[in-house]
Nanobody
Framework: QVQLVESGGGLVQTGGSLRLSCAAS????????MGWFRQAPGKEREFVAA????????FYADSVKGRFTISRDNAKNTLYLQMNNLKPEDAALYCC????????????????????WGQGTQVTVSS
């Protein structure tokens, strides 16, 4: 079992930055890829970014590429998402999740490839 707890969300103006954290406890997550997803009210859950077990491979949704950076510190069992140049359309509940494998050649954005999920942290972007 893995417990994931996100933090770092909040209210920010358009163009601002936030850094989200996802702290894992229970089973170590260092052997597994991890990802960030987001869901805005009335919308489907959307893939944001993913990172392989060692951090050597990353994958981003086109909508955040160049603005968001995913990273991890396996010694701290923590996943991060640095979000820069935030836009109103980035506002959502951001959740982290653990993949079922350490690295993959495809399927990073598929919800069914992730097995443990956090409760999320809210990001609000004012225009």
């Amino acid at each position: 079992q893995v417990q994931l707890v996100e933090s770092g969300g909040g209210l920010v103006q358009t163009g601002g930055s936030l850094r989200l954290s996802c702290a894992a406890s229970g089973r170590t997550t260092s052997n597994y890829a991890m990802g960030w997803f987001r869901q805005a009210p009335g919308k489907e859950r959307e893939f944001v970014a993913a990172i392989s077990w060692g951090g050597g491979s990353t994958f981003y949704a086109d909508s955040v590429k160049g603005r968001f950076t995913i990273s991890r510190d396996n010694a701290k069992n923590t996943l991060y998402l640095q979000m820069n140049n935030l836009k109103p359309e980035d506002a959502a509940l951001y959740c982290c999740a653990t993949d079922k494998v350490g690295v993959r050649s495809s399927g990073w954005s598929s919800v069914e490839n992730y097995d443990y999920w956090g409760q999320g942290t809210q990001v609000t972007v004012s225009s």
